[in-house]
C-alpha cells in the first residue's frame, strides 16, 4: 500500500510554473506547425506504464476542468490515475467520448477516432486531443501531409500506429474542421497533427 501511494504521489515538476508554460508552449507551437519534431527535455518519474512525455503533457494540458481518458494499458496501473488526480486534479472519465485529452500508452491499439469527441459546427474546439506515446518519431520519412503551418509539405513518421492509420487519417481530415488532434511523443521529443494537415504527395528533392 504504501509503495502505490509513493508512485501516485511520484513528483510533478520540479518548477510547476515555469516548466507548465514550456511544455504548454511546446504543444502549441507543434500543433500550429505539424509535422516539426521538437525537443521535450523534462525530468518526471511517472508510474509506469505512464510516460515522462505522456506526464509532462499531461501536467502542462490538464486541469480540474479538462476531463482525460486513458487507454487500457494506463488504467490497468491504478498509480497512473492516482498520479494525474493529485497533480492535476483532471476528472479519469470511464469512456473515449466523454474526453477532452486522451492519454494513450499503446498507440497501435488506440479506438478509432470517431470515438472521441469531434466537437461540433458552432464548436470545432469542443473536440478531443489524443497523445500518443510512439517509440519512433521522424520527420525524414514517412507520409507526407500538406495545411495551414506546413510549407510546401512535410513527412512524419512515427510508429507504431494502428493498421488502418493512413484511411482513419484521411477520413478524420475530410471531416475538418470537426475530428480530433494529434500529439505524439517519443523520448525527448514531441510533433504534431492538427485535424487541418491533409494527406498529400510529397514534393519532389530537386536534382543536384
Known amino acids: 500500500m504504501a509503495h502505490t ?12 510554473v515555469h516548466e507548465g508554460q514550456a511544455v504548454f508552449r511546446a504543444a502549441m507551437e507543434a500543433l500550429s506547425r505539424p ?5 521535450l527535455a523534462i525530468a518526471l518519474t511517472p508510474p509506469a506504464p505512464l510516460t515522462p512525455e505522456l ?14 481518458w486513458l487507454d487500457a ?17 483532471a ?3 470511464a469512456s473515449p467520448g466523454q474526453a477532452a485529452f486522451a492519454l494513450i500508452a499503446d498507440p497501435a491499439g488506440c479506438p478509432a477516432f470517431t470515438e472521441f469527441a469531434q466537437g461540433t459546427p458552432a464548436y470545432p474546439d469542443a473536440s478531443a486531443t489524443l497523445i500518443l506515446a510512439v517509440e519512433t518519431l521522424s520527420d525524414a ?3 507526407a501531409f500538406a495545411g495551414p503551418g506546413i510549407r510546401g509539405t512535410m513527412r512524419l513518421d512515427a510508429g507504431p500506429l494502428p ?8 477520413a478524420n481530415q475530410a471531416g475538418f474542421p470537426l475530428g480530433v488532434d494529434l500529439l505524439l511523443v517519443a523520448a525527448g521529443r514531441l510533433a504534431g497533427l492538427p485535424r487541418s ?5 510529397p514534393e519532389a528533392t530537386p536534382c543536384t
Open 5 to 16: 501511494l509513493a508512485r501516485q504521489l511520484a513528483h510533478g515538476f520540479a518548477d510547476p
Open 35 to 39: 509535422g516539426r519534431i521538437r525537443p
Open 55 to 68: 506526464a509532462a503533457l499531461a501536467l502542462a494540458l490538464t486541469d480540474a476542468d479538462t476531463p482525460v
Open 73 to 89: 494499458p494506463l488504467r490497468e496501473e491504478p498509480a497512473v490515475a492516482g498520479f494525474l488526480r493529485f497533480h492535476t486534479g
Open 91 to 93: 476528472p479519469i472519465v
Open 141 to 143: 520519412d514517412g507520409p
Open 163 to 170: 493498421a488502418d492509420w493512413a484511411s482513419r487519417w484521411a
Open 197 to 201: 494537415a491533409r494527406p498529400a504527395a
